[in-house]
């Protein structure tokens, strides 16, 4: 054994170069397989830190129990922890007025009862702290943030009944903390219920909530269930699964720990993961099996020798191992601190672009487990891919090797290619008769083209599908949208507003409804028999953004612009809207009425019309999905004010308010920026007393957008990762057939044959391995694509396929093996061109 | 005492269309501390010949018996012992693994078997064969007549029951052809090595003492060599 290890050894030692190729398969092969399982185990400790974080590490909250139920449940095995809350009092909405004006609090029924709590300890359980210091005593309380209002005095140091307010929390286990109740008849109680917390022990009575956690994840509904029912619940099914009256799941955190099934989406995103997963598999193996064919067909001689001098098949099989072996935990390594170091290197981008969006920074983790069965399935993977090549060395006898790379027998080939020959001539057919003969070479090297060819079309695709899950770019005109109300403050705070915004995009505008009367002589089409009058959106524009919408639509002067051509009518005896009215594109001026012309049907202003122009994306990002078709005025800013200076002696004082009251339209780039910038502007102005409406549309779609992104660009990276292993590989391949066909290259020569011919020839071989290839990859990936167009239906509510075929990254594929084949031959040919014919028919190699 | 023999020994390469017939028939004996030639004409199937019978390569029909042991019937495990400690093999090229030391080299046979080996015997074999100062060399460093001696050494390390040369010499000038001839003869004086050795030439062939001659596959000479110098 201890020869078979040092002939093993000695083999590696001195071949360090021709055992490269297999080294870089089974590193290459270790990053793949391990950075899916070190990418799986971030990403779920990810989604378990996120949920943690945002609604707390309790697995359940059982509620309603009593004492004696609490101590049989802390006594449980199964259970890590249990924090109760106790219910010890509720202040109705009658005690509770006396300490606030709960009307301004809710505004509908002005319905409020207030829960107290009490905890003895473990506050961060349920809640985050936001302001002031958890409850010492059981005269202090903790109020949620919902409740607190400077207005209104409910904050720290306020007293309400007997409690002092200490302290403002953010909930994170909702239920525990609202205690919202079943009713008799099932439905919830829906009442405000908000809770205030105090510190005290929790006394043998009822009304205890449970927040539990377990010690171990796993099997965590049937734990639930089991202890659910114990507590006295009873059980619904809902879509499949139990649901307990009594037990509050922390849901999110459960669906991280991978304990929810019935998620087509994530079983969808699984599947794709599966699919890449076995290609790259797939693709390892191939690799390894190759390599191992190549190394040890360049040993057959040596083999060979060492059966003549005795050593018997297993003693090969098992040096051959030995050397596997030993190459394996010299690379498995590697491979493991390069998936480490890129994981780290992508994780730190992430959590760069992420910055403002994540809760928690993704953590680069692996664990142990995964670690050990990567490992595994790293080593059965080179271990298959290695065996085969062995074994199939068993059926060499030692003559046979012995006598092989004595000399070169310039080929002899029976068969004959025609069509190859009338194609490329007599070189050609050489050519394709060498690459049969070296077909374990050109093997690799086509696997390793096909491979990437076939991975950068999947990838591309399934980028596609994952960005079509989300609907991102939705090409609006404006993403922030803002309403102040129109005070002395107004013009300072749009002018502050302004300066931040920049350059980018602005448009500020008034708008109201009013009612107009319409000629007939405007109208081509009207069945609607309201005499005449239509109601129609004004909407004032400031000077620019008025001059870009006149400009668009070709107007000369500065009249009016109207928008949209229909009219959405309701009918009352029928319940149903008709769009019913079509302007002319000629219209002319047409006359406004008040708004309620039942009541002031005498007063008109005459509005002289610009023209008709269709914008199919005015403004309105609040208002984006556009239920209203209305037809629309754009009229300048001035044109509007002066509008409602007439207007206003007939209407009331709210419509004149809300007329004046300005909309703020922007789009702009840096909104997240932005978004900062804004909120302690308008926290100024709020102080003020100002009303302020903000909302940033793009924040909201920023998260799935910037995480499509990020993980569009993790995937382009490993895919150029991937790529540049492949080349590393063929490059690798290049070099050790080179070198081996040198001893082919200068008998060739000797015999006669031109070095322009024999480049001609190498040409030739990789022209045909460039269109092996393409033949090859391009149906394969295409059979993937259609695979994932047909899985994409699945995961998009329309069930339509929602992307189209990735011709871009069949193009890219082309051109990019084009060039690789061209690179190759140039570089064949350079290292050729070097060796001398003696040298080369010289050199002994076993 | 019959060490060696072969019944009846055919060996066929190729189908019916291509067939060649590499060994008709061939029968021989061959006695313990024999030194005996192979002649012929390239392609008479020298090779093949000794390749049989040194259990590497199998017949088409017939037997090789070696010390009453029938090779071919052997499964892979005993064969391959059969191989380590009864048959040396020494090729034209060296065949020397060459990511292994000389002395290496020369003890690889018996690491591949128990490990077991005379110290006493392998320095007087590199004694003999003057690799004294070469016993650390890997086989690239050494020239063309140390390597063979080498692989003579390896061969000899085991004692084997046959020795079986094919064209010894074939890759070296006169003088070392000369220096490894001297060697066998010495191996199978001292030793009383059984030796068998293909040449095509004449000149070499006489070293032996028994001249066998091959010819399209069959024997069609086998005669003894006087000997008249005294060695
Ligand atoms: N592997 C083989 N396949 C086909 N024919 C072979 C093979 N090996 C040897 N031969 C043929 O068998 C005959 C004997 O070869 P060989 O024993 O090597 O001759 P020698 O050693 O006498 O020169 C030759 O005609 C040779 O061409
Ligand atoms: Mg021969």
New interface residues.
Partial sequence: M???R??AF??L???SKKVRVIVLSIILTTILLFTVSLGTSTVRQYKIDTAKTEFGSYHVTFRDTNYDQYQDLKNNKAVKKVVPIQTIDKLSDDELGKYVNIKNIVDSEGKFDLRIQKMESDFEEVVTLVKGRYPQNDHEIIITRMLERNDLAITIGKKISDYTIVGIFQEKNAQAVYNYQQKEDGSFDTIFTPAAITKGNIDNGDNIDLVTTYKSSYNLYNKIYKDAQSLGGTYEIIYGSKRYNNADINFQLVVAYGQYEDFIFQRTMYIFMIIILIILSAFSAITIYNSFTISLQERK??LG???????????LIKMLLYETLILSIISIPIGIIFSFSFGSIIIFVINKILENIIVNKVKLVVYPIFLIISVIFILLTIFLASFLPIIKMRKI???ET?RES?DYKVLRSKEDYPIIKHLFGSTGEFAYKNMKRNKSKFTTVLVSLIASVVLFITISTFIDVIASSYGVDNGREADIHIVISDNEAATELVQNIKSLVGKDRMTIIKERQFDFKIDNDNIIYDNVSNDGYYGIEIFGLDDASYNRYKKVAGLKNDNQILLYNYLENYDDNTDTNTYEVFFKDTIKDIEICRVDRKFYPDHQTIIPMGCYYHFNNFYITYDNELDWWSPAIIMRMEDYDNFINVAKEYETEQFIKDANSQKIDIYSEKFVKLDKQLNKLFAEYREKGMDIYYDNASLEEYEPYMIIKTIRLVLYIALIFVIIVCLINIINILNTSIALRETEFAVLKSVGMSNKKINSMLRLEQIFLGIKTLLWSLPLATGVVLMLMKLSKEITESGKVAISFPLRAYIISVVGVVSIIFIMIKYSISKIKKNNIIDSIRK?S? | MEILRAENLCKIYGKSGTKVVALNNVNLMVEKGEFIAIVGASGSGKSTLLHILGGVDEPTSGKVVLNGKDIYSLNDEEQSKLRRREIGLIYQFYNLIPTLNVRENILLPIKLDNGKYDINYFNELVDMLDLNNRITHLPSELSGGQQQRVAIARTLMSKPSVLLADEPTGNLDSQNSKEIMKLLTRANKIYHQTIIMVTHDKVLATYADRIITIEDGKIVDDKKVMHHENN
Avoid: F
């Fill in positions: 201890k020869t078979i040092s002939l000695n083999y030692k001195y071949n001689k040596q020798i060492l059966r003549s001098l005795g050593a018997s098949k297993r003693q006898s030692a003559i012995i004595k002994q076993i």
